[in-house]
Structure formats: structure tokens, C-alpha cells
């Protein structure tokens, strides 16, 4: 069973920074393409970032692309979201996910295990 746990979460001003982590234990860490995703109140989730396996290939969304940054280190079992120059559009609950197969999955079905998510709050 593979256990996903984020943290980094919190509210921070428009033009700020955040960091968030995403510690995975369980199955081999190793195996698994990882992706970030958010979810604002009353909309559905989208996808913000994906990484393959090996962290040499990622995709972003549209809306986050030169602001955030999606990084691995295979070695701590953790996957991190780099947040700068965060916009009020940006609050949400951020969840990380993990893919039991693909290269580099975007969408949400590709994914087969979540965390539990942690909010991220932009206030203008």
C-alpha cells in the first residue's frame, strides 16, 4: 500500500512563495511518475504538475507554467512543488498523487494513490 502525506501548506500574499512536500512511503517510491494537483471550492480538480519517474521529464498546467516548479529526490522518497509569484487564482487544496503506470501522466483517472492535500491560501 502506497501512503502519500503533504505538508508545506498555508496563506501567504500575492507574490509570494511556497514550498510544498510530499513524502511517500509504501511500495517503491521509485516506481511511480508523481503529479500535483489542486482543487478550489466548488470547482472539479485540475492537474498543475507532473514528473516522471526518473524527475527528467515534466509537464505543467497552462496557468502555473514559469511559476512553479515540480522536483523530486528519489533518495528522501519526497516530491516537492516549488510555488513562487502565487496569485489569488492559486488557492486551493493541493493534493500529490502517484501513477502505477505511464511515463508522464496528466490526467486525474492516470493516478491511483492521493494524499490527503493541504490548503494553500493567496489573499490579494
Known amino acids: 500500500q502506497v501512503q502519500l502525506a503533504e505538508s508545506g501548506g498555508g496563506s501567504v500574499q500575492a507574490g509570494g512563495s511556497l514550498r510544498l512536500s510530499c513524502a511517500v512511503s509504501g511500495y517503491t517510491y521509485i516506481n511511480y511518475p508523481m503529479g500535483w494537483f489542486r482543487q478550489a471550492p466548488g470547482k472539479e480538480r485540475d492537474g498543475v504538475a507532473t514528473i516522471s519517474r526518473d524527475g527528467y521529464r515534466t509537464y505543467y498546467a497552462e496557468s502555473v507554467k514559469g511559476r512553479f516548479t515540480i522536483s523530486r529526490d528519489n533518495a528522501k522518497n519526497t516530491l516537492y512543488l516549488q510555488m513562487n509569484s502565487l496569485k489569488p487564482e492559486d488557492t486551493a487544496m493541493y493534493y500529490c498523487?502517484?501513477?502505477?503506470?505511464?511515463?508522464?501522466?496528466?490526467?486525474?483517472?492516470?493516478?491511483?494513490?492521493w494524499g490527503q492535500g493541504t490548503q494553500v491560501t493567496v489573499s490579494s
Open positions: 498523487a502517484a501513477a502505477r503506470i505511464g511515463w508522464l501522466p496528466t490526467l486525474e483517472s492516470d493516478f491511483n494513490y
